[in-house]
């Protein structure tokens, strides 16, 4: 596929669809970062992986759902749920930093379709409250507006 068709592709692409794909995207790099560590225990061990993969998991549904607000508040419980793993030394250093970039990609995204949405929602209210334009209808005219008469006058 050449460049040029790839950017007409992409220019005729709905921009809340593209938000969509850009979360969608981000939650799968996050997931794929929690896996990334299942097979070396010093950096994220087993269970932990497993249950950050659950939560990535409910972010990733809440996202598709198009929920920006559950996704955030899913994605803090996230973000809770590896700080605990990394006190306890189920999670390195490094490995929890590296998540961590990845949430914070995704809450970006995801503060953003949140509010697109809100301004959206602001929009239509607006819309909807205000009064519909005056209509203004001309007064009618009579048909003989006056010179018939003058006419006559003249004539006698």
Do not use: W, Y
């Amino acid at each position: 596929m050449s460049p040029s068709t790839t950017g007409r592709r992409r220019r005729g692409r709905c921009p809340r669809r593209r938000s969509e794909t850009a979360v969608f995207l981000a939650c799968a790099v996050l997931f794929a970062g929690a896996l990334a560590g299942c097979g070396a225990p010093p950096e994220l061990r087993p269970d932990a992986a497993r249950a950050l993969q659950t939560q990535v998991l409910a972010v990733t549904e809440a996202a598709a759902a198009e929920d920006p607000a559950g996704s955030l508040r899913l994605l803090d419980a996230l973000a809770t749920r590896l700080d605990q793993a990394a006190a306890s030394g189920d999670v390195s250093f490094k490995r929890h930093q590296n998540i961590q970039a990845s949430i914070a990609a995704v809450r970006t995204d995801l503060t953003a379709q949140q509010a697109a949405e809100e301004d959206a929602a602001r929009a239509a209210a607006a819309a909807a409250a205000a009064p519909p334009p005056a209509v203004v209808v001309p007064a009618p005219v009579p048909a003989n507006n006056g010179k018939a008469k003058a006419k006559d006058k003249g004539n006698d």
